[in-house]
């Protein structure tokens, strides 16, 4: 190709690329530095805008209740890290099993609750989780249990786990496709090697398959820890962030300031500093990966 062919192809490239790119940049670029710019007012909303410098970010470190909210974050996440990825790494590693009948309508099912409406998917749960007419309550009425029942989303001692239930089965489909596919890439030969020198299924599963993983691993820890950073639609449907601030999640606090209190500035602050924990995790997040890709 010419010179001259080359520089249409690249052109066109670039017109395609283009709309997507202005989409982002005002569909989030602009937004973010507007937020950013408000944190330092005392805006309101109406035309009255004072300049504060910091008072907002001062403010934001001295905010029990945010902290509280960023650790309830930090909960979710030690949760959906450990039974979210694990499991979808157990359902990928049992449905890509050639024994396993029926393969595609395994991971169809597996993957359905994650294109439900997260509002379809809190409706759901919540009946599921009603002490009247719910299964679960059901279930324990019918061998006898039904005097401890839970309070599902109404203990604070358990709404959190509660929520995670609902969260772990809603999004564990997604990343059991993203594992099916890094298990496309593994080299099979090096497992049928191992089986020849004796290794039991597990074993290969453990020196073999999980080292070669890694960087779909490193995909889905990503994504499960931003994930569990921008938390809210599930959450508001099913207890609003209650009872109490039990289950208030960072991004449902800076709703709530925003909307509730009007402290349109403050929840501006809230937001770039929920930003800036997500870019710390995320980064200490990838660079753990990558080293340990290094060793």
């Given amino acids: 190709m010419n010179n001259a062919g080359l520089k249409v192809k690249t052109k066109t490239i670039y017109l395609y690329v283009l709309p997507f790119f202005l989409l982002f940049i005002i569909a989030f670029v602009i ?11 005392n805006w309101r909303g109406g035309n009255k805008i004072d300049f504060i410098a910091l008072d907002n970010y001062i403010k934001l470190v001295k905010d029990e209740t945010f902290w509280m909210s960023f650790l309830n974050n930090l909960k979710f ?5 450990v039974f979210q990825i694990g499991l979808a790494f157990v359902f990928a590693i049992v449905v890509q099993n050639k024994r396993v009948k029926f393969q ?9 609750p994650s294109v439900l409406s997260s509002v ?14 719910g299964l679960i309550s059901a279930i324990m009425e019918k061998i006898g249990m039904e005097d401890i029942v839970p309070l599902w989303l109404d203990d604070p001692k358990i709404v959190i786990y509660s929520l995670a239930i609902v969260l772990i089965w809603q999004f564990v489909g997604q990343y059991v496709i993203i594992m099916m596919a890094g ?7 090096l497992m049928e090697a191992a089986k020849i020198d004796g290794a039991s299924y597990s074993q290969t599963v453990r020196y073999v398959t999980l080292p070669l993983m890694k960087p779909t691993l490193s995909v889905c820890v990503t994504l499960c820890v931003s994930g569990c950073m921008k938390l809210f639609d599930t959450i508001y449907a099913m207890t609003g962030g209650g009872p109490g601030r039990s289950s208030t999640v960072t991004a449902l606090y800076a709703y709530d300031v925003a909307f509730k ?3 349109l500035s403050y929840a501006s602050a809230v937001s770039i500093g929920m930003i800036i924990l997500s870019v710390i995790l995320i980064g200490g997040v990838s660079r753990i990966f990558r080293e340990k890709e290094e060793q």
Avoid: C, E
């Avoid at 996440?77 to 890290?81: E, F, G, K, Q, V």
């Avoid at 379809?120 to 007419?133: F, R, T």
């Avoid at 298990?183 to 030969?189: A, I, K, L, M, Y």
């Fill in 183 to 189: 298990f496309q890439n593994v080299d099979t030969s």
């Fill in 31 to 41: 937004p973010l530095l507007m937020a950013f710019g408000i944190s330092f007012t």
């Fill in 77 to 81: 996440m030690a949760l959906m890290l």
């Fill in 120 to 133: 379809v998917v809190a409706m759901i749960w919540q009946i599921v989780y009603n002490k009247d007419i």
């Fill in 261 to 263: 209190t009007k402290q």
């Fill in 104 to 112: 595609g309508f395994h991971r169809r099912v597996i993957f359905l």
